[in-house]
Each structure stands twice: as C-alpha cells, then as structure tokens.
C-alpha cells in the first residue's frame, strides 16, 4: 500500500461526501440520497482499510529499521577498532 493510494482513497470518499451535500440541496430523491450515502459509507471504510494497512506497514518497517540500527551497533562495538587492532598487533 502506499500513500498515494490511501491519499487517492481519502479523495474518493470526500468527493463522494460532496456529491452527496449537493445532490441534498437540489433535492434528490431520498432513494437517490441513500444510494449516494451507501457509496460514500463505502469508500469510507476502503479509506480506513487502505489507512491502517500502510500505517501497519510503515510501522514494520520503521521496526526492521531500527532492528538493523541496532545489529550495526552491536556490531561495531562486538569488532575491535582498527586502532585496538594495531596495537595489538604490535604488541605480539
């Protein structure tokens, strides 16, 4: 899922909104209105779906992320600096 998607998800559903406020204030058949309300309740829920979904996704990778940050650390401070090294090897 990306951003644009959801972006694109959360434009659908406010258009649908809008088109709904007008078609109210023309006067549309309340028929019309409540097919008109079903479609925007819809893309509402596609809109949250698509929302939580990158949201669990960026949290996943904000975790594997940090997971690795953390593995470098551990890394770099379980391998002797270069300078331990040399001394080391001098010392032999």
Avoid: F
């Avoid at 959360?10 to 479609?39: F, I, K, N, V």
């Avoid at 893309?43 to 949290?59: G, I, M, P, V």
């Amino acid at each position: 899922m990306t951003l644009r998607e959801v972006e694109q998800a959360e434009q659908s559903m406010q258009q649908q909104w809008h088109d709904l406020a007008l078609a109210e204030q023309r006067g549309e058949p309340l028929g019309t209105l409540e097919q008109m309300y079903d479609r925007y309740i819809l893309l509402a829920e596609d809109y949250n779906r698509r929302h939580e979904q990158y949201e669990r996704q960026q949290e996943r990778r904000r975790a594997r992320k940090a997971t690795r940050n953390l593995r470098r650390k551990k890394n770099m401070l379980q391998r002797p600096s270069e300078r331990e090294q040399h001394k080391r090897k001098l010392a032999s």
